[in-house]
Structures are given as structure tokens and as C-alpha cells.
């Protein structure tokens, strides 16, 4: 099973809006990454969050993390259409060496 | 620097036949990682490699297998096919071993099983 779990599965805006997405998981963590995946195409790394972080900010956008709720969100600012794909969480459990992802949110920009 | 290069991009094959997918990493990175995704059951962890041994194994049957040569390329082998096994199949390279890091991913080879 998925040890990730996002908020909204789908989410769609317009251009010029700010896009959230959360994400849950379940087990202690030594970090939390996001990635993107564009129709047809691998995932692409996003930003990585350490455990004994709380934010983390690279260009529009930012992710927190609250490691008592087990949650952490992406906030993509100003959004453009070429922001539209799916974007997953991905955990590295401190009980496992492995990424673990969830299911994703298909995020659509309007133009 | 050249990103991870998947081949072959696309096949199909029938069910009962075997499969072998090729992932070059980037160079300078030993560890190699296989996925599979699928509409249903998203992204599922395959195996590890590093260094030429696997690391780490997910949960699947052992008709799935891989291995990877001295100069990092891996391959991932699928025998005996079936319907069920039609996914992308995408692989992710890092420098090293684990989750520590970012990976970075090939765009994936497309299996078709009719």
C-alpha cells in the first residue's frame, strides 16, 4: 500500500492562481520529496524536505511540513498553464531505504 | 550531462513471452531504482541496485528481475507475461544508495501486453 496519501486527487484553477496540494503518510520519515510528472513522461524532482525542517522555499514554490500531523503541502504561487501535471509526494521512511510515493494529484491550469 | 536514458521507449508483446528493459543513469551515479506505475495502483517500488548488488526489493513475484553492469546501465527483466504487467516501467538513477537523495527519472518504457 501506498505510504503517501494527497489532497485533492484532482485539482483544476486558473492561470494566475495559487494551487495547494497535501499530502499524508503514515510512518516516521527521515525526509519528504515532491516530484511532477508531465503526460507521458518520468517524474522530475521538485524539492526535498528534511524531517527536522519546517519550510523550504525554491522559487514559486514552497512546501511545509509537520512531521506531529504527518502532513506536508506544496504551494505553487502564481501558476502558469505549463504547471499542469501530476504532482506526488514521496517519503523516505527511517524504517526502509526506500521512496515510497503516493498517489498523486492531477493538478490542470487554465489558461 | 545527459539525464537517464530509457529504452526502448515503447513495446508490446503477448502474454507468456519475457521482456527485457534497458536504464543508462547519469553518469557518475551507482545507484539504480525501477518502478512501476500503473492508473490503478500508482507508483510501486521494483528494486534497488547498487554497486551491482540489489539493495532492496519491493513486492513482486519473482518473474520480475534485474541486474546491473559495472558501468552502472541496468536492466530489468519481466518473464512469463501477463495481462496485468502492462505499465510504465520507469527507472531513477542517484549517487548513491537509498532515499537520501533526489532521483531523477527517464521518461519510461511503455509495456503493451495483449
Known amino acids: 500500500s501506498q505510504q503517501g496519501e494527497e489532497d485533492p486527487q484532482a485539482l483544476s484553477i486558473q492561470e494566475g492562481e495559487n494551487a495547494t496540494m497535501n499530502c499524508s503518510y503514515k510512518t516516521s520519515i527521515n525526509n519528504l520529496q515532491w516530484y511532477r510528472q508531465n503526460s507521458g513522461r518520468g517524474l522530475v524532482h521538485l524539492i526535498l524536505?528534511?524531517?527536522?525542517?519546517r519550510e523550504k522555499h525554491s522559487g514559486r514554490l514552497r512546501v511545509t511540513l509537520d512531521t506531529s500531523k504527518k502532513s506536508s503541502s506544496l504551494l505553487i504561487t502564481a501558476s502558469r498553464a505549463a504547471d499542469t501535471a501530476s504532482y506526488f509526494c514521496?517519503?523516505?521512511?527511517?524504517?526502509?531505504?526506500?521512496?515510497?510515493f503516493g498517489e498523486g494529484t492531477q493538478l490542470t491550469v487554465n489558461p | 550531462k545527459a539525464g537517464v536514458t530509457q529504452t526502448p521507449r515503447y513495446l508490446i508483446k503477448t502474454r507468456g513471452q519475457q521482456v527485457t528493459l534497458s536504464c543508462s543513469p547519469i553518469?557518475?551515479?551507482?545507484?539504480v531504482s525501477w518502478y512501476q506505475q500503473t492508473p490503478g495502483q500508482g507508483l510501486q517500488f521494483l528494486f534497488e541496485y547498487f554497486s551491482e548488488t540489489q539493495r532492496n526489493k519491493g513486492n513482486f513475484p519473482g518473474r520480475f528481475s534485474g541486474r546491473q553492469f559495472s558501468n552502472s546501465r541496468s536492466e530489468m527483466n519481466v518473464s512469463t507475461l501477463e495481462l496485468g504487467d502492462s505499465a510504465l516501467y520507469l527507472c531513477?538513477?542517484?549517487?548513491?544508495?537509498?532515499?537520501?537523495?533526489?532521483?531523477?527519472f527517464g521518461d519510461g518504457t511503455r509495456l503493451s501486453i495483449l
Open positions: 531513477a538513477s542517484s549517487p548513491g544508495q537509498g532515499a537520501i537523495q533526489p532521483q531523477h
Open positions: 553518469s557518475g551515479h551507482r545507484s
Open positions: 514521496a517519503t523516505d521512511p527511517t524504517s526502509g531505504s526506500r521512496l515510497t
Open positions: 524536505i528534511r524531517s527536522n525542517e
